[in-house]
T-cell receptor, first 110, second 116 residues
């Protein structure tokens, strides 16, 4: 069945460092791909999405490109801030269900 | 502002109690979902509903049931709570997508349930 694998955390970075969180997927068909973010004490909210191969999703300085040839959707940000500390979930959707990765916790130190 | 509201942020229940978790959305979405979130496991789908009075089992439905009497409300029921159901429960809704499937999920803030 469909699945999502993302890098284990926690990831600890200093402010202004470059961030990469790896995500790979297995799926039949052509799913949409998402990154969700969960700030402390809150539910998940959509960070960005891509609906077809080679699409790039972007929001709040974060980017991810839908790579069909490598079945990947890695999340990147050039300069993280303390306020980016959160849990990040990679997800795919095809049909009714959305399938999530295990989540990666990010800590950003001032 | 679009909203998914879960009735209880924190609950503490005893083993064997019946537990109701309520979720209401104001976006007129057709699809609603209940997930549980556990560290290292991500989100796992318990049940979902694509229409009033319709429900489908997700990946981990055992020990749970659901009710969808109105389009905006989707309830999760634990008939007899057990300690292994201690978890964070997240409700979400979405409009059905096209051939790409569901679009963005909108989540509530979560209900943290502790079963003693």
């Amino acid at each position: 069945g469909d699945s999502v694998t993302q890098m284990e955390g926690p990831v600890t970075l200093s402010e202004e460092a470059f961030l990469t969180i790896n995500c790979t997927y297995t799926a039949t068909g052509y799913p949409s791909l998402f990154w969700y973010v969960q700030y402390p004490g809150e539910g998940l909210q959509l960070l960005l999405k891509a609906t077809k191969a080679d699409d790039k999703g972007s929001n709040k300085g974060f980017e991810a490109t839908y790579r069909k040839e490598t079945t990947s959707f890695h999340l990147e940000k050039g300069s993280v801030q303390v306020s980016d500390s959160a849990v990040y979930f990679c997800a795919l959707s095809g049909g009714f269900k959305t399938i999530f990765g295990a989540g990666t916790r990010l800590f950003v130190k001032a | 502002d679009v909203k998914v509201t879960q009735s209880s942020r924190y609950l503490v229940k005893r083993t064997g109690e019946k537990v109701f978790l309520e979720c209401v959305q104001d976006m007129d979405h057709e699809n609603m979902f209940w997930y549980r979130q556990d560290p290292g496991l991500g989100l796992r789908l318990i049940y979902f509903s694509y229409d009033v009075k319709m429900k489908e089992k997700g990946d981990i439905p055992e020990g749970y049931s659901v009710s969808r009497e109105k389009k905006e409300r989707f309830s999760l029921i634990l008939e007899s709570a057990s300690t292994n159901q201690t978890s964070m429960y997240l409700c979400a809704s979405t409009q059905p997508g096209g051939t790409q499937g569901s679009g963005e999920l909108f989540f509530g803030e979560g209900s943290r349930l502790t079963v003693l």
